[in-house]
Every structure is written in C-alpha cells, then in structure tokens.
C-alpha cells in the first residue's frame, strides 16, 4: 500500500510540473471574449507619433467600462500592422484604408478593418491663387510623386474638374491614366516633403494633410480645394482601427469602437484640430 501511494505521489507531482511547464510557454491575448467581465481587461492600441490626445479622452471612458488601454507609440508605418499580426498589440490606429489593403495584400496578413476614425484631408493650395477656379491653361500643378499621395492628389484634381482618369485607375492612379486634360495641366511630380518649399515654383499644388499642418497651412483655411468626406472618393482616405480578423468580434474591441465612434469623440476632434482632421463616422 506505501508503494501504491508513493507511486500516486510521485505520478501526481510530475502531472502538476508538467502542466505549470505548458502554461508557462503558452502565449494569450490580452483581450477576452467578454468585455463586460468583472475581471479588468487590458487592449494594447498602436499608434504613430506622440499626438493621442483623442485616445487619451477614449481611455479615461473605456476605464469606466472596466478596460483599460495602453497606447503603444511607433515611429514608421511599417512596425504597426506587423506587431498587430504578431499578436504584441490588439488593434492599431494610424493609416488609411488604401494604405491598409496595400499592405495588407504585399505582406499577405489577415486584418480588418474595424471602423473609421478621421479624415485628414489633402487639399491644392496655392501662393498666388485664391480660387481653384482661376487655375489657367498651362497651369504648373506639384504632386507628390509616392504612389499613395500622388494618385491621391490626381483623384482629388478629377474631383476639382480639371483632368479625367481611365476608367480602372483605381486608387493610385499615375499620370499615365491621364485620359483627359482640356486645361493642359503641367503635373509636376514632387517628393511629398518638399511641395510646400517650391509652392512658389507652380501655381498650385496638392499637399498631404501632415505635411501640410507642418508646414504651417490651416487644410480648411489655407487651401482652395480640398478633399470632401461625404464624397465616395474620399472613403479610400478615411483612418481605421485595424484588428486581426479573428478579433473582429471580440467585445472589447467593439466595445473600443463603440466609444470612438460617438459624439463626445467627434466634438474634441473638431475643437482640437479645427479642420486638419475631419471626423468620418
């Protein structure tokens, strides 16, 4: 019988080593299925840059609900869709909807879009122009020469009325889909950076929000064109939260949507950033 019992014992302490072995290795998601859990959930957001005023409001309401979001700062475009797909952050919130499907198709993941956030919109601006409508025969018009902004700008100068695109451009369109140019535009490609130093250069010129901003122009002031959210068009432009698609119904991730995409939110977006970003929920 004391060998009987030994053997237990002894087969009892391997069990338990050997399960504490197994969770040890084992790597779990720090969101749940249940968002409206006693237990405090954590949702690890990526952003890029230092500016989250916004998401800091979203924390102070989602830690009401019993969710607490740390935001995880990145420096480049890349790091953020590749640390979600890893699993090293739950959802992200930094780029556009024709950014996300191109990344997402070359690097072969499987994300999803979760909801809108903003608009940051492009607008043409110009140094001795004060209506789009003045833009003469011949005109010079700068546009970024990175396939995302450029093809962005050529959409927005279809919008204005001033060239017609092949039909099935698509959303990156390059001056070879120039099907029609009655005023014999001039595009002028230029790195995205350096448009607002030779704005003077051309008589107008399509110019990225962030660059924008930085350089100093008010998008809703300054340009004298500019991207409109209710138009289809502008739907390509419109910021996301993505998540990995097997997230996609998590609660707490709705729950995260749910709070962003509310009034509260949409009001300090247009008092703190007064027309550079635009609200697209």
């Not at 999803?112 to 903003?118: E, K, N, V």
Request: aromatic share 6%; hydrophobic share 40%.
């Amino acid at each position: 019988m004391k060998i009987k019992r030994l053997t237990t014992l002894i087969l009892g302490i391997l069990f338990t080593a050997s399960a504490l072995v197994g969770c040890g290795n084992t790597k779990t998601s720090t969101i749940s299925s249940n968002a409206g859990s006693a237990k405090k959930q954590e949702i690890k957001l990526g952003i890029t840059g230092d500016d989250h005023k916004i998401w800091d409001n979203v924390k102070e309401r989602l830690a009401k609900e019993n969710i607490d979001l740390k935001i995880v700062s990145f420096s480049d475009y890349v790091r953020p869709n590749m640390a979600l797909n890893d699993g090293e952050i739950d959802a992200n919130a930094f780029q556009t909807v024709a950014y996300f499907e191109k990344f997402k198709a070359d690097h072969k993941l499987d994300l999803t879009s979760l909801g809108y956030t903003i608009l940051a919109p492009m607008g043409i601006y110009s140094s001795s122009l004060k209506n789009i409508k003045d833009l003469n025969d011949g005109a010079k018009v700068a546009i970024p020469n990175d396939a995302t902004n450029g093809g962005r700008a050529l959409l927005l100068l279809q919008d204005a009325g001033f060239i017609k695109l092949k039909d099935g451009a698509g959303i990156t369109p390059t001056v070879k889909d120039i099907a029609e140019n009655p005023k014999n535009l001039k595009i002028v490609e230029l790195v995205a950076t350096q448009i607002p130093r030779s704005i003077k250069d051309v008589d107008a010129a399509a110019i990225n929000n962030g660059v924008a901003v930085e350089a100093g122009y008010s998008p809703l002031k300054d340009s004298i064109y500019i991207e409109d959210v209710k138009k289809d068009s502008a739907k390509n432009y419109f910021n996301i939260i993505a998540v990995k698609t097997k997230d996609k119904d998590n609660a707490a991730l709705k729950k995260l949507i749910q709070v962003y995409q509310s009034e509260e939110t949409k009001k300090l977006i247009e008092e703190t950033y007064k027309g550079s970003s635009i609200p697209a929920f």
